[in-house]
Every structure is written in C-alpha cells, then in structure tokens.
C-alpha cells in the first residue's frame, strides 16, 4: 500500500503562486504514473495534470497549461504541482493520485491510491 499526503494548499489572492506537494511512504512510486485531481464545491472531481512514471512525459488540463508545473522528485518519493497565476476558479480540494499501470493519464478511476486533499482558496 501506498499512502499519500499532500500540503502546500492554503487561502491566496488571484494572481498568487503556490507549489504542493505530495509525498508517497510506505513504498517508493517511482515506477508510478503520478497525478493531480481537484474538486471544486458541488462539482465532480477534475483531471488537472500528470506525469509518467520516467517523468519525461507530462498531461494538463486545458485550464491550467501553461500556468501549472508538475515535477517529481525521485530521491524524496514525492511530486509537486506548482500553479502559477492563479484565479479564483482555481479554488478546490487538490488531490494527489498514483497507480502503477493504466492507459489514460486523464482518467481518475485508473488511479489506485489517493490523498485526502489539500484544500486551495483563491480569493479574488
């Protein structure tokens, strides 16, 4: 089992820039294909970026490219998303999610471990 605990959220300005993190123990995931999620209040769970297991590869969502950044660090067990410009719309619970094996970077139900969140706030 993999556990998952992200950080780095917190109440900001539009237009702020924030970095969280997600560090993996209980067993190393660097031959996992890593994500982030996010949930809005009262809207489903969204894709918003991942990275393959090699970390040469990586996957936005339309709204953020250009103003996201996800990266891992394989020495740490841990990736990061950093957001950059970031807009009121922007405010959801930022999950990370990690899984060994699948074929759509984009789709959550492939993801086998899950955080419990990190809660984003920007405030226009």
């Known amino acids: 089992q993999v556990q998952l605990v992200e950080s780095g959220g917190g109440l900001v300005q539009a237009g702020a820039v924030l970095r969280l993190s997600c560090a993996a123990s209980r067993r190393t995931i660097g031959n996992y294909a890593m994500a982030w999620f996010r949930q809005a209040p009262g809207k489903e769970r969204m894709f918003v970026a991942a990275?393959?297991?090699?970390?040469?590869?990586?996957y936005y969502e339309d709204s953020v490219r250009g103003r996201a950044t996800i990266s891992r660090e394989f020495g740490k067990n841990t990736i990061h998303l950093q957001m950059n410009g970031l807009k009121p719309e922007d405010t959801a619970v930022y999950f990370c999610?990690?899984?060994?094996?699948?074929?759509?970077?984009?789709?959550?139900?492939?993801?086998?471990?899950w955080g419990r969140g990190t809660q984003v706030t920007v405030s226009s």
């Open positions: 999610a990690g899984r060994p094996r699948g074929s759509n970077y984009r789709n959550g139900e492939e993801y086998e471990y």
């Open positions: 990275i393959s297991w090699t970390g040469e590869n990586t």
